[in-house]
């Protein structure tokens, strides 16, 4: 018995360990010796790629630095002087927002702006959202119905604003037109000059140019 206890506190000579544990002992040392080069190669590759990121990113963030992130921060600043381009500008803190909160103008853009967001932001989300869901699926004629529901999102916003000007026409436009046919009393109706459907119509307009955007993005996040 002490004699065998004894054999097993002695260590194992690599000659007496089976092939196959001599094998791993050999692939594990291979691979730690191999783990620092590994690495260092990685660092001096890392400078190189970031310099190819940098390059790549460099006209994007010259224009934005140029003519979005500077006009900015300059009319912050100039948000606090009394400036009318000529001359200098005179400093006058906060009496500018003090004159804004008190402007009846103002609260009006806000109502608007809250309910233009209203009017179309549900629609957006779930339209597109529904019309992204649609186009995954395994339905015949799916390719032509991309196209064309992705065709409002290939027009500028010059050319979207000319054609639903023409659309909403209160004499010639097509859906007054087809409107006037169904129900008279819908004829010459006035969509872009009215209080009332001024904002409902450029919603309208907003969603059918935008919906095919919010319904791409939607379509690439499930693929990915």
């Known amino acids: 018995m002490i004699s065998r206890s004894a054999n097993q506190n002695l260590p194992i000579k690599?000659?007496?360990?089976p092939v196959g544990a001599q094998t791993q002992q050999t692939q594990s040392s291979a691979r730690l010796r191999a783990a620092p080069v590994r690495?260092?190669?990685?660092?001096?590759?890392?400078?190189?790629?970031n310099r190819t990121a940098y390059l790549f990113l460099a006209p994007y963030l010259v224009i934005f630095t140029l003519f979005l992130l500077l006009p900015a921060i300059a009319g912050f600043a100039i948000s606090f002087t009394d400036w009318r381009i000529l001359g200098d500008p005179a400093w006058v803190g906060l009496k500018n927002f003090d004159s804004m909160f008190h402007d009846n103008m103002f609260w009006q853009a806000f109502r608007n702006?809250?309910?233009?967001?209203?009017?179309?932001?549900?629609?957006?989300?779930?339209?597109?959202?529904g019309l992204a869901v649609l186009l995954n699926a395994n339905l015949r004629g799916r390719t032509i119905a991309r196209t064309v529901i992705f065709i409002p999102y290939a027009i500028m916003v010059i050319v979207?604003?000319?054609?639903?000007?023409?659309?909403?026409?209160?004499?010639?436009?097509?859906?007054n037109y087809y409107l006037g046919s169904i129900f008279p009393a819908l004829h010459n109706?006035?969509?872009?000059?009215s209080v009332q459907n001024a904002l409902p119509a450029v919603a309208l307009?907003?969603?059918?140019?935008?919906?095919?955007?919010?319904s791409r993005k939607s379509c690439m996040k499930r693929r990915a």
Request: proline share 5%; aromatic share 12%.
């Open 39 to 49: 690495r260092v190669n990685e660092l001096g590759r890392a400078p190189h790629k």
């Open 205 to 214: 307009t907003t969603i059918w140019w935008q919906i095919c955007r919010k």
């Open 14 to 17: 690599n000659e007496d360990r």
């Open 113 to 129: 702006t809250l309910s233009f967001t209203g009017l179309t932001v549900p629609v957006l989300v779930a339209g597109g959202l």
């Open 160 to 175: 979207v604003g000319v054609l639903w000007r023409w659309i909403y026409d209160q004499n010639f436009g097509l859906l």
């Open 189 to 193: 109706m006035p969509w872009l000059t």
